[in-house]
């Protein structure tokens, strides 16, 4: 198959974004519902509606300037990095708040590497199909590559024990209750050490051998799907 140019590059990569995106967030609304929160559900932040979870900066801004940018530039990606706007969680509404926020937390990167495994099916199915129609199945084998790719590092990004990603949750539910609420407090400060890192690029190089590995092994997948 032809090589795509960085602009195809980057225009590959949006659609998988912005379902990563939309459906972490939805997953960890559907998961405080079935937890007994029902604050998500009443504000209506459980549609599947892109639109109703994209950040102008987060979802826009950034990712366009620690991905696209650099791949303009020099050819080569950068670290992929945003956020969406957070689904509300009122943590007082769960059954058992300190458990149950773990496991809402674990749902958005759980979502993420269901998708990353849908994105393989994408994928597997485009090279096959290249086979006989090329100009229907390349489109398909890259966004299915750039979909393993986007959510296998959302997953693992979302996992790291920063506040207020998705691993601080499950940190402070390992915690003492008084540790926890020393966590949740400097949420704030974390998110400005977490931009710090992306920035800086400190913090892709601390995930990207994980995310590497989680991308390698959902390309197994596809080259097992090919056999």
């Not at 090589?3 to 967030?25: C, G, K, M, N, Y």
């Not at 366009?64 to 706007?85: N, V």
């Not at 977490?194 to 920035?199: E, N, P, R, T």
Request: hydrophobic share 55%; with cysteine.
């Amino acid at each position: 198959m032809q090589e795509l140019t960085d602009i195809q590059r980057l225009v590959v990569s949006i659609l998988p974004l912005l379902f990563a995106i939309t459906l972490h967030e939805v997953a960890h609304g559907w998961a405080a519902l079935r937890f007994g929160d029902t604050t998500a559900l009443q504000e209506g932040r459980l549609s599947l509606n892109p639109l109703h979870h994209i950040d102008p900066i987060g979802t826009v801004l950034v990712p366009l300037l620690t991905f696209g940018l650099p791949l303009l530039l020099t050819g080569q990606p950068g670290f992929l990095f945003g956020w969406a706007k957070p689904v509300p969680v009122s943590m007082h509404r769960l059954r058992r708040p300190r458990r149950d926020m773990a496991w809402v937390a674990l749902a958005g990167p759980c979502a993420n590497l269901a998708m990353a495994l849908g994105w393989a099916l994408v994928m597997a199915g485009g090279a096959y199909f290249a086979q006989f129609l090329p100009l229907a199945g390349a489109p398909l084998f890259y966004v299915g590559a750039a979909g393993i790719l986007v959510n296998a590092l959302f997953a693992v990004l979302n996992l790291f024990p920063i506040p207020p990603l998705d691993g601080s949750r499950v940190l402070a539910a390992l915690l003492p209750p008084r540790a926890a609420a020393v966590l949740y407090r400097y949420e704030r400060e974390g998110m400005i050490l977490v931009l710090i890192l992306a920035a800086s690029g400190i913090l892709g190089r601390l995930i990207w051998p994980l995310v590497d590995l989680v991308n390698r092994l959902f390309l197994t997948v596809v080259l097992l799907l090919l056999r």
